[in-house]
């Protein structure tokens, strides 16, 4: 009789998904019918023989040892992932995206062993009729954002408020999915934010911005309006109106815009539909500059500005740095994708890997590379973490 090994079915569930493999071709090349499969997935463990084993976990790339590791860390519920465009997404697409949030979740419980990590600090639970730029502010408020300044580090203000990040190629294909977030775990108590490692550092903050105003305003249950709603949070909590009335340009232009865009870090589309919002410009100015926008390009690349807009390579693109900081305090040891794999779950390297390589360097690193040194500089404290006990 052939050797067998007990195999857990969720295990094999999440290495097919996050590698987005169909189930026919898997099936037929253990020499089983999609059926049994599906009851292989669906399974708590089944014997499979080792033969069978080895075969499957060449073809999804992933240790031997992950399918014999009970699954751990929280469950993330296919329906919890708030994803702008939801509707354009293939239903396989989005369980690959659960999957990866499953693996980042196991990785921030197994990390959280090793380190202790900021508290949660952001409002939830806000009452009913809380508008977007209500919910932004008390957000601010909450995180010690003065309304007049700038947020010097998006990323770095939502990992201080206990919230991880992690930045990797994962598969979002739409370009309208820069970023996702979730509430994980049987009581939804435990957030995430993943976002692609995009190069516009004007998109990069928003997007982080965007979904932390899910977080915030949708912790249950999500309206039709959620992404508006998400939308309008992100713009006042990267610009209070307050300082925008008392900041806007009297004749409101592309160039006069510009000055507020370098202050306050926001894409002129951004700073357009604030302005829009909160009547600064009336329906037929806004349209006039966002047609400005589709027709100007850049001279060298002729882009338009409506794809890359003016100074989107002035400032590097934000990365979060709390994952890597907890390794680095709590295993006293340089991350590495062998490191993290062993201590969650066995997960496969490179996608260990693609979580590591959207961590930003050590603030040394950061300096010598000469690239925002001096926004660096006033974030090289990340969190005071310290080692458990």
Do not use: C
């Amino acid at each position: 009789m052939a050797e067998t090994v007990q195999v857990y079915g969720y295990r094999v569930r999440q290495a097919r998904t996050i590698r987005s493999s169909p189930i026919k071709p898997l099936a037929q090349l253990l020499g089983m019918s999609p059926s049994a499969w599906t009851a292989l997935e669906r399974s708590a463990s089944t014997a499979m023989p080792v033969m069978r084993l080895r075969a499957l976990a060449a073809k999804l790339r992933f240790p031997h040892d992950f399918f014999l590791t009970p699954p751990g860390g929280l469950p993330v519920h296919r329906g919890s992932l708030l994803l702008r465009a939801k509707k354009t997404i293939k239903i396989a697409e989005i369980d690959a995206l659960t999957a990866f949030a499953e693996m980042v979740q196991e990785l921030w419980q197994s990390l959280a062993e090793h380190a202790t990590h900021p508290p949660l600090r952001i409002p939830i639970g806000l009452p009913a009729g809380t508008s977007p730029e209500e919910a932004a502010r008390l957000t601010r408020s909450a995180l010690d954002l003065r309304e007049d300044e700038p947020i010097a580090h998006v990323m770095h203000t939502v990992e201080r408020a206990g919230i991880p990040i992690a930045v990797a190629g994962v598969g979002m294909p739409d370009a309208k999915h820069d970023a996702f977030s979730v509430w994980a775990g049987d009581f939804h108590d435990e957030p995430l934010i993943v976002a692609k490692p995009v190069n516009s550092w004007e998109r990069t903050r928003w997007s982080i911005a965007h979904e932390l105003g899910h977080l915030v305003m949708h912790h249950g249950i999500i309206p039709d309006d959620a992404e508006e709603q998400a939308n309008r949070f992100a713009n006042e909590f990267l610009l209070p109106v307050s300082s925008l009335q008392k900041e806007w340009p009297s004749a409101a232009t592309l160039s006069t815009l510009y000055s507020l865009k370098q202050r306050w870090h926001m894409s002129l589309a951004s700073l357009i539909m604030h302005g829009r919002q909160n009547g600064l410009l009336d329906e037929a100015r806004a349209s006039g500059l966002f047609k400005q926008l589709s027709a100007r390009r850049d001279p060298h690349t002729q882009v338009t500005w409506k794809v890359q807009e003016p100074g989107w390579s002035d400032l590097a693109p934000e990365r979060p740095r709390l994952i890597a900081v907890m390794v680095e305090r709590g295993l006293e040891e340089q991350p590495s994708a062998r490191l993290l794999s062993s201590i969650s779950g066995k997960w496969a390297d490179d996608l260990m890997q693609e979580v590591l390589d959207g961590q930003r360097p050590a603030p040394a690193v950061s300096r010598a590379e000469g690239r925002r040194s001096q926004e660096v500089e006033s974030v090289s404290n990340v969190i005071a973490l310290r080692r458990r006990a």
